[in-house]
């Protein structure tokens, strides 16, 4: 074998390519200078002789004299081998680190300080690994609910790393480095469902639907604008954006690490992976558990198929909803057959705002909710007024009123924005404009939480709209409400219902002043006093403070009892008031509140009274089964809240 030849092998037998291609690191910056530093002045010394190192990088790391390492010696043609040659090629890498400036050294890092402080850099190269591995376990065993985020929810084995694992060891060098950027990616991508589900759980009491919820993106910055102000909208919006990139970075990086030194450490990298999976199979045939948590989990696997087949079936929804929407119990029925039962009453459809099941069930709400609705219902019954009471379920909790109302009203179930858009763009008829189909009554809505142009409006059959700038209202704002629920039952008083030589009246009130965050929230005043609403800034003035108020959840709790008080004795005032005998209140919750108040409780169950001085327009409904009074009993029916149109429209149409 010649000198040539021979010194062209050393390198693959020290750490040049191996059978599979990749270049195995033999060097790092911690061990580089660990040269055979005989070798290598033996080689310098050598008569004739001379060798050359190329070093290449191995997988994008910068830490070490990575790569091949290859090795010509060119012999004298009178005097033959050099017999040191051989010693100066293996010494040929550290050769390389150490000399500054040779076009083969590795990058020496920021003023080259990798190559004075090389035990230094070795612990950063550790250390930034160790980071990369806790930032891709942390993705895949984090919860996507704050509450289940605890100690236990990391103590187990995600057979998706281990999978990827085996993905990226067996593909060729170029194909792993694109399949480590996608999967870093997608891992990010991964990590901001997780999130996204996180704040909808928090807010909405459901995951984050990749099909109809990016709608409620825009609404929840239209929300940041008005409860914090311009200023305080740009600030979240570009922190999100900030935030988003930075975990999509974050998570390329971490799998971008991981997949060098797994190839850097190959032999290391197959046994573990190896070892992991047996590991994982182990557990998972026997169910091993640790602190009541399974340790082999497939969770992201269920996770995102879960979730794929929740974008098929939306993406399918359109056509179920609209081949429902086409089944109408009441649409061949004349207009003078509609609600003859109700004919001379004025009926008011009162929804308020966040009025959950929870109100009556909490044990911290519940002494005082009693005492309220127990006080109403005396005081109604003093004033000539009976009632019924009973349950609803909503489609939706902690926000998206307008899905609730619209299901109310229409009786379908519209539990997304695409069933809403589908709705009001269609020909269905809700119950309100039947009401106003017969002829017979004058169709209203008091909506003060409306705040721009709302052409739904019209599709729900109102024949004129009060919204929160025709409300006459010259107070403050309440945190997200324009417009206390007492000035708004007044404001209706002022504006339709007092008037003289009118026609029936058939009006949806949404009264929001129990809309989060509950802080600060009015009180009542003298009616007499309600003026142009300028009264409700000193009430103002004496209310919490938001910011202080969500430290604590059990003050949250507080604030949304109060809230919900102070609109139930609105609407009950009010019809002491003014109230007659051609009065009927349909009053009743839109959804339950932010799961902050629930305790995370999934129940989506609200109350629903109807009151009337009439005993006729209560003997409609005695079959139903509700409780007397203003509170239902824990056993009253639970009806779906797109169930009470037709049997609303039923009772009444004898």
């Not at 050769?95 to 402080?117: I, V």
């Not at 230094?120 to 993705?139: D, F, H, K, N």
């Not at 797994?262 to 558990?289: K, Y």
Request: overall charge negative; glycine content about 10%; some cysteine.
């Amino acid at each position: 074998m010649s000198l040539f030849t021979r010194s062209r092998q050393l390198p693959d037998a020290e750490g040049g390519a191996g059978p599979d291609g990749d270049h195995r690191d033999d060097t790092s910056v911690a061990d580089g200078a660990r040269g055979d530093d005989t070798a290598a002045e033996a080689g310098e010394g050598a008569g004739g002789g001379k060798a050359e190192t190329t070093g290449d990088e191995a997988e994008g790391t910068s830490v070490g004299a990575e790569g091949t390492a290859d090795a010509e010696a060119t012999a004298d043609p009178e005097h033959g081998a050099d017999p040191e040659d051989s010693a100066h090629a293996e010494g040929s890498a550290a050769e390389a680190e150490e000399t500054p400036g040779s076009p083969h050294s590795p990058a020496p890092g920021w003023f080259g300080w990798r190559r004075r402080f090389p035990r230094a850099a070795r612990g950063v190269a550790v250390g930034t690994s160790v980071l990369a591995g806790a930032v891709v376990l942390g993705v895949l065993l984090v919860p996507n609910r704050l509450e289940r985020v605890n100690v236990e929810a990391f103590l187990r084995l995600p057979v998706e790393a281990i999978l990827l694992a085996v993905v990226l060891l067996a593909l060729p060098p170029r194909p792993r480095k694109v399949a480590a950027v996608v999967s870093g990616v997608f891992l990010g991508l991964f990590a901001t469902l997780k999130f996204l589900d996180m704040g909808f759980y928090q807010f909405l009491a459901r995951p984050f639907d990749l099909v109809f919820d990016w709608i409620l993106l825009n609404d929840a910055t239209d929300f940041l604008r008005e409860s914090f102000g311009r200023s305080g909208q740009v600030l979240a919006v570009v922190g999100v954006i900030v935030l988003f990139a930075a975990v999509l970075a974050l998570s390329t990086l971490a799998v971008t690490r991981l997949t060098n030194v797994m190839s850097r450490h190959r032999p290391v990298a197959v046994r573990t992976t190896l070892v992991l999976g047996t590991v994982w199979v182990t557990c998972f045939t026997l169910g091993v558990q640790a602190g009541g948590v399974t340790i082999a989990t497939k969770g992201n696997s269920e996770f995102l198929a879960n979730r794929l087949q929740n974008v098929y079936n939306g993406l399918g929804d359109a056509k179920v909803f609209e081949k429902e929407a086409g089944v109408d119990a009441f649409g061949d029925t004349p207009p003078d057959q509609l609600l003859t039962g109700l004919r001379g009453k004025d009926v008011l459809f009162t929804f308020i705002e966040s009025y959950g099941r929870v109100a009556l069930d909490d044990p911290q709400m519940a002494p005082e909710m009693d005492a309220t609705l127990k006080e109403g219902t005396s005081s109604l019954k003093a004033a000539g007024f009976d009632s019924r009471s009973g349950w609803l379920k909503s489609p939706v909790a902690g926000a998206g009123s307008w899905l609730a109302h619209s299901t109310f009203l229409s009786g379908l179930w519209v539990k997304n924005q695409q069933r809403y858009r589908s709705l009001t763009t269609g020909d269905r008829e809700t119950l309100t404009s039947y009401f106003q189909k017969t002829g017979a009554w004058r169709t209203v809505g008091i909506v003060p939480g409306v705040r721009k142009a709302w052409p739904e409006g019209k599709y729900f059959g109102l024949d004129n709209i009060y919204d929160s700038e025709h409300l006459g209202y010259h107070g403050p704002y309440f945190s997200w409400t324009p417009v206390p629920d007492q000035f708004s039952m007044e404001a209706f008083q002022r504006l339709e219902h007092g008037k003289k030589d009118r026609d029936p009246i058939m009006a949806e009130i949404i009264l929001a002043s129990s809309h989060s965050p509950w802080s600060p929230v009015a009180h009542m005043i003298d009616w007499e006093d309600l003026g142009d609403g300028s009264v409700f800034h000193q009430v103002k003035k004496e209310g919490t403070n938001p910011t202080e108020v969500w430290k604590d959840p059990k003050r949250v709790r507080t604030e949304y009892r109060k809230a919900v008080e102070y609109s139930l004795h609105s609407v009950i005032e009010w019809l002491q008031r003014y109230g007659d005998d051609n009065t009927v209140l349909v009053f009743l919750g839109d959804h339950q509140p932010v799961p902050t108040v629930t305790r995370n409780s999934a129940n989506k169950d609200v109350p629903i009274t109807i009151v009337a001085r009439d005993p006729k327009v209560l003997d409609r409904v005695s079959g139903w089964g509700w409780t007397d009074g203003l509170k239902p009993a824990d056993n009253a029916p639970t009806w779906g809240m797109d169930q009470f149109r037709d049997r609303f429209m039923t009772a009444y149409a004898k």
